[in-house]
């Protein structure tokens, strides 16, 4: 974030709110599948939450789905079943959406 910004966090915070994909949001988007670590630790799950909200307010239609006992980064490979289910539910929601 800190090179899409060109200055640290705490020199602009402004900046980054600019930057906030809840600035881009409109109607008319294709479907979004939101994933979720539950102990995710760099993204705040109300910035998900706020995103969602807004997103269906303009008649989206948005998907999301928390993984227990996962943290930031655990779609990286499919070693462990969070990683499995994950990809499943992303093939479930590529199939269900597909001719969108």
Not at 20 to 47: C, D, K, T, V
Not at 57 to 66: A, D, M, P, R, T
């Amino acid at each position: 974030m800190q090179s899409a910004a060109g200055m640290p966090y705490n020199d602009n915070k402004e900046v980054y709110k600019q930057l906030s994909p809840l600035h881009y949001i409109q109607a008319g988007m294709p479907p979004l599948l939101a994933l979720h670590a539950e102990n995710e630790e760099m993204f705040p799950r109300e910035i998900y939450t706020e995103f969602a909200k807004r997103f269906l307010e303009l008649g989206n239609v948005v998907q999301e789905k928390i993984y227990p006992r996962t943290e930031h980064g655990f779609f990286y490979s499919l070693e462990r079943w969070q990683q499995r289910e994950a990809f499943d539910d992303i093939l479930r929601f590529a199939e269900a959406v597909k001719n969108y």
